[in-house]
């Protein structure tokens, strides 16, 4: 009979689980965590008080909406199409 506790891995479930937890920038989790609630804060904040700066919103122009809508899918495509290269 074959022993059931036979490992060949010598290190217990809590030390894997702390490596896993490094991500591939060598930042842990929770460190992860709070910089993206923070920069997720920033940004709604940037949106929400931001437009109060602009008269953007509250003059409506068919120009400048499509020009919101687009700009970020061109950058987009720009970059993408320059890293493919």
């Known amino acids: 009979m074959a022993k059931a506790s036979d490992n060949s891995n ?42 109060l700066l602009l008269d953007t919103p509250f003059q409506p122009s068919l120009a400048v909406g499509l020009s919101i809508i687009a700009a970020p899918c061109v950058a987009f495509a720009v970059y993408l199409g320059s890293r493919s290269r």
């Open 10 to 51: 010598s290190s217990t479930p809590a030390q894997q689980g702390a490596q896993a937890s490094e991500s591939i920038l060598g930042e842990s989790d929770s460190t992860f965590f709070v910089k993206l609630l923070v920069i997720s804060f920033a940004g709604a904040a940037a949106v929400k008080y931001g437009s």
